[in-house]
């Protein structure tokens, strides 16, 4: 029990800085991959990777309509998972899980 | 069986579901009613999220908008999924771990203000009522094109259903309902789109069919659409028909707008903890990536489709010499909704679809999904199961923003501003009676829809992009944000985007109005620029005045760190030597 009565573990303010410097760099790196794949490749590059194709779809196009999307939901799996190990190194990870 | 007794059969069935499941999760508690007692298992959650977030529109207005739109329909695709990718990682887990049950219980209580936690339960209000009112229209077309019920009890029928269960079950009531629609509107979706995608490609699966070749050809079925399109004078299909910086800020826009949404936020505070709320912003993109990434496929074969059949086709059986395409009966049972039509201007007894003042075929976007069975020779079953799919889009998307309308006025206005020393038990009196109120109301605008209705759904994403955003974001992000910075930044969004949407939606709408856009975004996509100033004056004024009191900078640290956790310093503790 904590002071205030509460039940939840208490855990140090250095771990926690050194928990969010991991936070903050895992996530400007998938954020990166997030605007490369559908401001990059879906729109500004569009009309460079047209040349190329993927399957019967001028790749530009097929990352604007479909793969963006597929690399999205890659992008949240690799979150979940990583920070799942960042905290679990760090001592915090969720005991709900 | 013909199409009218499966429509019947399917759309009473599955409404019988929705009660029965109503019934079974009435809520006892304001937490059951606001959040789900907070113990919705993550992959569920998912699927409800699913289902709140796919209406009418995305179910049956997009693939059509898409097929119509060719590339630049890419903005929808790309704006509201990577919205997920900035909730999963900037939103989901803190909002959940602080805990509360409505977006503006944080933002009141983070910038320590209760004017900034009105002007978010407004934003909320606003946003919510702008949506809301499209989807008990549907609910009423749904009705009166399918089964012959007149439009107006067509929209009371659904008011009945959502009052039932969004009213007595909240927020738990809602969330299972929720599960049962996704399920039923992904099926009708995905049945249609594998036949047509087997009837064009001869590949089941349509993301696949989207990059295959015709079938019996070796000319991919996007190339062979190009050339078809062009050849009637249209844009090439996988060509921009906007300008680059056009589709950018759209697509930013309604990225963005889709996190900073309150329907979608709240979802997030249903399950059991931060981890969980993670997990659950990657089933919910999973199971609407199912969808959005079909209804481009379905797009591109439905347009494919309308021009090979109906291009030069011969309406009079008699008129037909041997050998010449007869217009496809679809076509002509759906004439009579007027979702499409032909004049025969050149008195020739053919249709010629075409780009140009020649053209003589008038065609709804609607039409692309709604007929998609016919289109593919499926039997009746699947025509009343797509009915049923298009009632559970509206239906549930409807009752997700029915919750934040409640909420909003039981709890952020009533408990938190007005009556300060309400009990549980009469907020969650208060927060029925706002739900059915609302209920009402949404189904009075369904039936006399404001002019402007359709105008506002701009104003949806652009004002929750440049309000709703960037204040949560640096509210979790930046310790130093304060109150003078987060409402400063806040108004000015606000300010700048309806003006803006205003001008040109309202005032300026007839071309050639772009030429006097900003940097060439037209008012879909202004939103984004909103959001950018709102972070600039925040950042400036925050700096520029005291910084938020201790307990709000320890407040930010806690939401930082997982559910069960608390920070301190290891010093302070008793047990600091283990």
Known sequence: MNTDGSDKKIIDEKAVASYWRANISLMIKLLFVWALVSYGFGILFRPFLDQFSIGGAPLGFWFAQQG????????????IRRMHAIEKQHGIADDEE | MDANFWTWFFVIGTFSLYIGIAIW????STDDFYVAGHDVPPLLNGMATAADWMSAASFISMAGLIAFMGYSGSVYLMGWTGGYVLLALLFAPYLRKFGKFTV???????????TARTVAALCALFVSFTYIAGQMKGVGVAFSSFLGVPFELGVFIGMGIVFFYAVLGGMKGITYTQVAQYCVLIFAYLVPAIFISLMITGNAIPQLGFISDVKGTDISMLSKLNQVVTDLGFKAYTDNTKSTQDVFFITLALMVGTAGLPHVIIRFFTVPS????RKSAG??????ALLYTTAPAVG????????????ESTYEVADAQDGAKLTP??????????LVGWDDKNGDGKLQYLAGDENEVTVNRDIMVLANPQIANLPGWVIGLVVAGGLAAALSTAAGLLLVISSSISHDIGRKLLFKNMTDKQELRLARIAAGVAVVLAGMLGIYPLGFVAQVVAFAFGLAAASFFPILLLGIFDKRMNKEGAIAGMLVGLFFTASYIIKFKFFDGRPPADQNWLFGISPEGIGSIGMILNFSVSLVVSRLTPPPPQHIQDMVDEIRVPTG?????????PHAAE
């Open chain 2, 300 to 311: 591109a074969f439905a347009r494919y489709n309308f021009i090979d059949t109906v291009h």
């Open chain 2, 274 to 277: 931060a981890a969980g709320a």
């Open chain 2, 283 to 288: 089933w919910a993109l999973f199971f609407i």
């Open chain 2, 565 to 573: 956790y608390q920070v301190g310093r290891v010093d302070d503790l």
């Open chain 2, 25 to 28: 999760s009435r809520a006892g």
């Open chain 2, 104 to 114: 503006p219980d944080f933002v009141g209580d983070r910038y320590y203000s209760d």
């Open chain 1, 68 to 79: 963006a999307i597929y690399v999205f939901l890659i992008l949240i799996v690799i979150y």
């Open chain 2, 329 to 338: 009966d679809w076509f002509k049972d759906w004439e009579q909704t007027d």
